[in-house]
């Protein structure tokens, strides 16, 4: 592994996956560089959450990667109902699962997941994806929440991905972006689902719609962000 997320103590990864197979792939791609604690239900992965953040001296995972259907219900639910983001502040998830639909990727994009990939994957790529992640997330700073404002409003409420296009709009004179620049500025050298892009861009639209901003699309793969007020 490269050195970009060496550290005295290795990374910690929680995966919520009930496919015996699925544990197997995982624990190839990761048993160089990574420990990893395994969960086969919604119930078990609580449970050690909560056991987790009341007790100090408790190792803390790294990274969470969640597949949608357990065996004791879906992700999705609980993503919506319990989890609220909280993991997601300091822990970055990823979801991997067999489920393409758009309207999940953008329930998990909207409850903050950092990615989603769809299976089968490709193990190379999981693991650049998980070192990009944990390496931008340890610059960041644990619970690292910078707010990005437009015309001198904060705009509340975003995800990282998020704050990112609105300062990449910010940072354009013509608040004009195309495909190209926001997988290099937003994703750099990581490889996103082709419907990434799009999810992000639809659930930033729904934010900025009360702060009277709009996201107008230009065609050809470009947008421009507009203050409705001007």
């Known amino acids: ?13 929680w995966i919520l996956e009930d496919d015996k197979g699925c544990q ?7 048993k160089n560089n990574f420990e990893t604690l395994y969960f086969e239900n919604i ?12 007790k100090n001296n408790m190792k803390q995972p790294a990274m969470i990667i969640a597949d949608l259907m357990l065996n004791d219900g879906n992700f999705l639910s609980f993503l919506t109902t319990e989890f609220h983001g909280e993991l997601g502040v300091d822990v970055p998830f990823i979801v991997v699962s067999s489920d393409d639909d758009i ?3 953008r329930v998990c994009f909207k409850e903050g997941a950092t990615d989603y990939i769809t299976k089968p994957f490709r193990k190379n790529e999981l693991l650049v994806k998980i070192e990009t992640i944990l390496k931008n997330n340890r610059s960041l700073g644990k619970g690292f929440k ?8 904060t705009i509340e ?6 704050k990112k296009l609105l ?7 013509d608040r004009v972006i195309d495909r190209d620049l926001i997988l290099d500025k937003v994703w750099g050298d990581t490889s996103v689902h082709p419907k990434t892009l799009d999810v992000h861009l639809y659930n930033l639209r729904r ?4 702060y009277g901003l709009i996201i107008k699309s230009l065609g050809g793969g470009r947008w421009t962000l507009l203050n409705a007020e001007k």
Do not use: C
């Open 207 to 210: 934010k900025l719609h009360p």
């Open 43 to 54: 119930k078990k992965f609580k449970e050690s959450y909560e056991k987790t953040i009341n």
């Open 167 to 173: 300062a990449l709009f910010n940072s354009q004179e």
């Open 103 to 105: 309207d999940s990727l």
């Open 1 to 13: 592994m490269s050195d970009t997320i060496n550290n005295s103590e290795t990374p910690l990864i």
């Open 157 to 162: 409420g975003l995800t990282g991905k998020q």
């Open 146 to 153: 910078p707010s990005v404002s437009v015309d001198g409003v």
């Open 24 to 30: 197997f792939v995982y624990e190839q791609i990761l």
